[in-house]
C-alpha cells in the first residue's frame, strides 16, 4: 500500500497523518478512516500532510465528499504541513478557497480554538 | 532511454507509471511544481482508462509513450476500451461536489487545466489519448 494512515487523539481533537500517495488506488483506506462513525465524536479534525507527497483527484475527491458532512456537524477540518506541490493542487481546482490550509502545526491549532 | 510503459487495467500500475514519468522528466530538470503536474495529468488519464473505460479488467492493457520535441512534451495513451466522450464532458462546479458530497469528476479538469492540450481520437478499436505541454 503508497499510503499509511496514522492518528492521534487529544481530547476532542483528532489528527490523522498522512505518510504516502494519495492515488486512485490508496485513497479507499482514507475514504475508510474518515467515514468511520467515530471521527464524528471530534469537534477538529487536523490533517498533517508533511509526508503527503502526492494528491491525485481520487484524493481529492475523499475530501470533497466529506467536506459538507463535518461543516454540517460543526467540525473543523485542517491541513497543515502541506508540501507546495501538493497545495498547488488543491490551488488548481481552487479548493485552497473552500478547504483551510494552514503552514504548521501551531497555526492550525490556533485556528482550530478560533 | 526506453519511452514506453505498458500495463494491465489494474490500480496498482497507477504507481508504476507515475515512477516511469518521473524518471523520464528527471534529466529535464523541471520544477517541483511542474513535474508533478505533468505526473498527475498522466495519471489522471491513466486512471479513468484503467477504472472507466476498461473497468478494471486485468485481461485488458493500456500504454503510454512519451515524445520529447525541443520545447513541448507529448504523452500519447492508449488502450481498447470504451472511448471518452469529450461531448459529454461538462466542467465540474466544485462547490457543488461539496454541497452534494460527491467524490469523482474532477479529474479531467486537472488535466485540462494543466496540459496546454488535450485530444482525444479513435481508431478502429483503439483509443488515443494526447497531451502536449510545452516546457519552455
Known sequence: ?114 | MNNVIRVNCSKKNLKPIRDFVTEYLEPLKLSDIMMNQIVLAVDEICANLIIHANQEDPSKYISLAIHKQPSVLKFEITDNGVAFQKSNYKEPNIEEHVKVGKKGGVGIALVNRIMDKVEFSTNGSKNICLLYKKIK
Open chain 1, 1 to 114: 500500500m503508497s499510503m499509511k494512515i496514522t492518528h492521534e487523539i487529544k481530547e476532542s481533537t483528532i489528527i490523522i497523518t498522512l505518510d504516502g500517495e494519495l492515488d486512485a488506488s490508496s485513497s479507499v483506506i482514507l475514504d475508510e478512516e474518515l467515514s468511520d462513525p467515530e471521527i464524528m465524536k471530534y469537534s477538529k479534525i487536523l490533517v498533517d500532510c508533511k509526508n503527503l507527497h502526492y494528491i491525485s483527484s481520487a484524493g481529492l475527491g475523499v475530501f470533497i465528499s466529506h467536506l459538507q458532512r463535518f461543516e454540517d456537524a460543526q467540525i473543523k477540518l485542517i491541513f497543515f504541513n502541506m508540501q507546495d506541490k501538493v497545495r498547488n493542487v488543491f490551488e488548481i481546482l481552487g479548493l485552497d478557497l473552500l478547504m483551510t490550509i494552514v503552514s504548521n502545526y501551531e497555526e492550525a491549532l490556533t485556528i482550530a480554538d478560533e
